[in-house]
């Protein structure tokens, strides 16, 4: 669909017909019907959440974003003369510093010419195909609306991409989705494409565990929201507080695990879809995993996908890596 910028912007809708990666209802009640209780992460990201988490990028616990637009700022250029893309490809709608740096990388070597947004989200990929055209008006966006843990005809074919997605996200997938998500772009790139992705580091615990409770206690909240997501939209009978938020390091799996626990025993009646969770005191609600990688970890499941790794930037202190990967021939 074209928008007030004309033929410049094209969003291209690959969801099929009734297909969509949101289903609250059916997810709410697989996951609090199941051993451990669980629910997706994806259902943080209501406007409140949103926020939420724009504000828990700017805490000082959480190094993540910082760590990666480091990496960026030095080695921007570099990365973008080894693969000389005229598209960046980016998954999630970036409008934001860390999506500008790389583009800027880009025009400073005369070879920006387009930006491909994947994201559920039409709006959100309009409001960033409208941002970047006034910043950097010359270029086209072709952007595809489509599950980004299942994408398929990605944007600009036959055109040298540099394929990015920044960020942790990967670190939320189970190996097994990461793989498959990993498999599906690899089946997607040519060999003028390459594959930028944000993998944060196994590290100190403390710092670990840190920068997942803060002491201001946005995290807190932002893990609370999911409960106001389901009092708001399934009739839910949540009493928020009657849980608490409690985020610890799994060493076995290398990762972090985000749970709201109950605080006492409670049952929580979900109208619209007519349960009724029974909670013993103590009882958690898993909400999120953060898998934590080394440079090995990260490497065998850029293997396991037929990717190879080419490339490997850290910040300084070595919290966070960018990796850059090719497709196996």
Not at 43 to 69: N, Q
Not at 139 to 167: K, N, S, Y
Not at 182 to 193: F, H, K, P, V, W
Not at 271 to 279: C, E, N, P, Q, T
Request: glycine letters at 8%; proline letters at 3%.
């Amino acid at each position: 669909m074209n928008g007030g910028t004309g033929s410049r912007i094209v969003l291209r809708n690959t969801l099929r017909e009734h297909e969509s990666p949101f289903d609250l209802s059916g997810d709410t009640r697989a996951g609090l019907s199941s051993t451990p209780k669980t629910l997706p992460s994806k259902y943080f990201y209501d406007a409140r959440g949103s926020h939420l988490f724009e504000m828990i990028t700017r805490l000082p616990e959480y190094y993540l974003t910082r760590a990666e637009t480091e990496i960026l700022e030095r080695e921007s250029g570099r990365l973008v003369e080894a693969v000389r893309p005229t598209v960046l490809v980016e998954f999630g709608s970036g409008a934001a510093r860390k999506t500008r740096i790389l583009l800027d990388a880009m025009v400073d070597r005369g070879l920006l010419e387009g930006y491909g947004p994947v994201d559920v989200s039409a709006e959100a990929s309009r409001h960033a195909a409208d941002t970047l055209l006034r910043d950097y008006p010359h270029i086209r966006v072709e952007g595809v609306i489509g599950d980004f843990e299942r994408p398929r005809d990605l944007p600009f074919a036959g055109r040298p991409r540099l394929m990015a997605f920044l960020g942790s996200t990967i670190g939320n997938l189970e190996a097994e989705q990461a793989t498959a998500f990993l498999a599906s772009i690899r089946q997607e790139m040519t060999g003028a494409d390459a594959f930028l992705i944000g993998f944060d580091l196994v590290k100190d615990v403390a710092m670990l565990e840190s920068a997942y409770n803060d002491e201001a206690g946005i995290t807190a909240k932002f893990n609370l929201n999911m409960l106001r997501v389901l009092n708001r939209d399934l009739e839910a009978s949540f009493d928020l507080d009657a849980f608490r938020h409690r985020a610890v390091w799994n060493a076995d799996a290398s990762r972090i695990e985000m749970h709201l626990e109950s605080t006492r025993e409670q049952v929580v009646r979900i109208s619209s879809i007519g349960l009724d969770v029974a909670f013993a005191a103590g009882e958690k609600i898993r909400t999120e995993l953060s898998h934590k990688y080394t440079r090995q970890s990260a490497g065998g499941l850029l293997d396991a996908a037929g990717l190879t790794l080419e490339s490997w930037c850290t910040d300084e202190a070595d919290r966070f890596a960018l990796a850059l990967a090719r497709a196996v021939d």
